[in-house]
């Protein structure tokens, strides 16, 4: 009697018998920079899956700015529920398609580990600080965390192409799967929609504002638009080797987020606070710059291991929450009132 195959090999064979031509199938992997046994239950995708979904740095994306610093209110997103949103509106695409499902979802969960507290306006804020040595970019920073960060400098052993995908999901650059390229319109259409949504929640842009040449195109709410914008990339891409979308809704989609840099992007009383931001993480980098025994132990075993102090720091920085970064800040640089207990005054 020949060897019975395990679970996770009769679901490789599925993944032949159901996915389309173009899918990446995971017994097709390119595998892991250090080899390991494989699961028995699990493709090497969904392990992928399950070992960022369980990591700190996604734990960490529920108290990271989106869009709005700290917003005073249950239903603005976090960078966990943005994260979340990509990865629901990219699953349907590669669902729809007969996509690896399972990889667009590693993708998806794992784009954005490495962004810093306070958003974009906290990568700013650390690419011009460390812009003598590379700078800082969030997809970048995301790469290493799955590779270096997690699990005490071991990092998660990710499979070539999620990690592909994580470092190429912005719009300057391009992925190599089907999946990858999924994930890097998701983005756009979820922080598009969801970053209207919370504009208007706020106060900041009244729906009427949008300009009807674009909700002419995309609709004239964020369901209609999401529906718009996936089911034109399914229609446009069914049976091809690529991930399209129709030059209108493209240009549309491109058009509206064109408007949202300059009425909330930009907008003073959204983004008043920012420039608080730049200068608390400036002052905390500094302070660990001459101060790395401070740095928790795995920092400080960065440093050992002949990582340069500055990359350190930027490493310590960027994992944290905006309440930690908050909190620290407070310890660090605002001093705390001096008083004996006993000693009555005079």
């Given at each position: 009697m020949g060897e019975m195959k395990s679970l996770r090999q009769k679901q490789e064979e599925r993944e032949h018998q159901i996915?389309?031509?173009?899918?990446?199938?995971a017994d097709e992997s390119k595998g892991r920079d250090v080899r390991e046994p494989q699961c028995d239950i699990r493709t090497d995708f969904q392990r992928d899956r399950d070992r960022i979904l369980h990591c700190k740095a996604f734990r960490r994306l529920k108290q990271k700015t989106q869009v709005f610093l700290a917003p005073e209110g249950d239903h603005y997103r976090?960078?966990?529920?943005h994260t979340?949103?990509?990865a629901q509106n990219a699953r349907t695409i590669a669902r729809a398609l007969l996509l690896n499902e399972d990889l667009t979802?590693?993708?998806?969960l794992g784009h954005d580990l490495g962004h810093t507290p306070f958003g974009h306006a906290g990568e700013r804020a650390l690419n011009r600080i460390s812009e003598e040595y590379g700078g800082f970019h969030h997809n970048e920073q995301s790469v290493r965390v799955v590779e270096r960060l997690e699990k005490d400098g071991k990092g998660l052993n990710l499979t070539v192409e999620v990690r592909d995908g994580i470092?190429?999901?912005q719009t300057r650059l391009m992925p190599s799967t089907l999946e990858g390229?999924?994930?890097r319109l998701?983005?756009?259409i979820a922080y598009i929609?969801?970053?209207?949504d919370d504009a208007i929640r706020g106060g900041i842009i009244r729906e009427e504002e949008i300009p009807t040449e674009l909700t002419d195109v995309l609709g004239t709410s964020t369901n209609m638009r999401l529906n718009t914008l996936v089911h034109d990339i399914v229609h446009h891409s069914e049976g091809k080797n690529e991930i399209n979308m129709s030059e209108e809704v493209e240009n549309a989609m491109f058009q509206l987020r064109k408007f949202l840099f300059a009425t909330v992007y930009t907008n003073p009383v959204a983004k008043g606070e920012e420039r608080k931001v730049v200068h608390m993480i400036e002052q905390l980098y500094e302070y660990y710059i001459h101060h790395s025994e401070k740095l928790p132990e795995e920092f400080q075993m960065l440093i050992r291991e002949g990582e340069s102090t500055r990359r350190a720091v930027c490493d310590y920085i960027a994992c944290m929450s905006d309440r930690f970064a908050v909190n620290l800040y407070k310890e660090i640089m605002i001093p705390k009132s001096w008083s004996v207990l006993g000693v009555e005054h005079r």
């Open positions: 996915l389309g031509p173009f899918a990446t199938f976090t960078r966990l529920t979340l949103e990509v979802e590693a993708i998806a470092l190429n999901h390229k999924i994930v998701s983005d756009k929609n969801s970053d209207i």
